[in-house]
Nanobody
Framework: EVQLVESGGGLVQPGGSLRLSCAGS????????MSWHRQAPGKEREMVAS????????DYADSVKGRFTISRDNAKHTVYLQMSNLKPEDTAVYYC???????WGQGTQVTVSS
């Protein structure tokens, strides 16, 4: 069974940092590009960052460039999202996706508030 499990969300003050993890199982992890997306209340889900299967190429939404970093460890079957200088508008449920398959994780809540 293909599974993606996110972790690392929580409550953080503006300017703070969090690292999200997404552990994959049930598929050949190093074969697939992966991405992080987020959905805030009342808004559509949007792509935040993506990474190729080798980790050699990354892409970011303009709203997070310079603050977020996507990375992956294929040996650990895990993709990460390091988030820094967090802003209240980053508050959302964050999901990882196995690109090209339509498989999503269950999501992890990130709340940025003082």
């Amino acid at each position: 069974e293909v599974q993606l499990v996110e972790s690392g969300g929580g409550l953080v003050q503006p300017g703070g940092s969090l690292r999200l993890s997404c552990a994959g199982s049930g598929f050949f992890f190093s074969w697939y590009h992966m991405s992080w997306h987020r959905q805030a209340p009342g808004k559509e889900r949007e792509m935040v960052a993506s990474i190729t299967n080798s980790g050699g190429t990354t892409d970011y939404a303009d709203s997070v460039k310079g603050r977020f970093t996507i990375s992956r460890d294929n040996a650990k079957h895990t993709v990460y999202l390091q988030m820094s200088n967090l802003k209240p508008e980053d508050t959302a449920v964050y999901y990882c996706r196995l690109d090209g398959t339509g498989t999503w994780g269950q999501g992890t809540q990130v709340t940025v508030s003082s």
